[in-house]
């Protein structure tokens, strides 16, 4: 990753920051997207080599200032990881407020939109770029009182696949990665009694990312890999 600049967004999570963390030691430039929460200290002190934004990527206005200010800072774009989003369940869908609705898409799927539609043009006219989004493997099929989110994330597959179609000819890498359970501590305060033999930690998701962002990953195309 020695030259090649990387935008991680929701940074400040659990795994937006092992992401963060693995391609920062591999030699990746950053530009750190959060919005809610703070980065970690190591992130959070100045670096000429990584630069931090607090943005609401729900707003297409956030993306294009995103873009901006990495060009203007690194002069390039090559990666984008899109990491921000989130989690809402307990009610079936004929109670399932509109506002729920609009929120789960507006935080899984619009950000997504909103990150890729600022930093394509630039991956387009270097005809170099990785993409990687998160979906979710319980998005593989509908289940009870979770729909918003499934189907959001359901969406994030289908915008990846139809990113890839129009982008591949540009040089240009869109995939997917599903996660399962992931083990952090709001999962293991939340689920005390689950088996966690099953969950992921953030730094192996982090590593099949970093995979998918890499030259490695050349031949694949629209993927979405569980993990």
């Known amino acids: 990753m020695d030259g090649k600049v990387a935008i991680i967004t929701g940074a400040s999570g659990n795994l937006g920051t092992a992401v963060a ?3 920062f030691m591999e ?3 950053l530009l750190l997207v959060h919005h809610h929460q703070g980065l970690i200290p190591e992130f959070a002190k100045p670096q000429k080599n990584v630069l931090s934004l607090a943005l ?3 707003s297409p206005d956030s993306g294009r200032i995103m873009a901006r200010e990495v060009m203007e800072r690194f002069g390039r774009i090559d990666i984008l990881a899109n990491i921000a989003g989130g989690f809402s ?5 004929h109670e399932t407020s509109p506002e729920t609705w609009e929120l789960m898409f507006s935080l899984n799927t619009g950000t997504a939109i909103n990150a890729c539609s600022a930093v394509i043009p630039f991956m387009r006219d270097r005809r170099y770029g990785k993409i990687v989004n998160v979906g979710a493997q319980v998005a593989l099929a509908g289940k009870a009182l979770m729909a918003p989110y499934i189907v959001s994330k359901s969406a994030v597959a289908r915008l990846t696949e139809s990113l890839d179609e129009e982008n591949r000819a540009y040089g240009i890498n869109v995939n997917c990665v599903l996660p399962g359970v992931i083990d952090t501590p709001q999962n293991r305060r939340d689920m005390p009694d689950a088996d966690r033999s099953r969950w992921s930690a953030p730094e192996a998701i982090a590593d099949v990312i970093f995979f998918l ?13 569980p993990v």
């Open 56 to 58: 609401d990527l729900t």
């Open 27 to 29: 030699g990746a430039s």
């Open 89 to 93: 369940m307990g009610k079936p869908v």
């Open 21 to 23: 963390r693995k391609f």
């Open 213 to 225: 962002a890499s030259d490695a990953s050349r031949v694949v195309h629209g993927a979405s890999i």
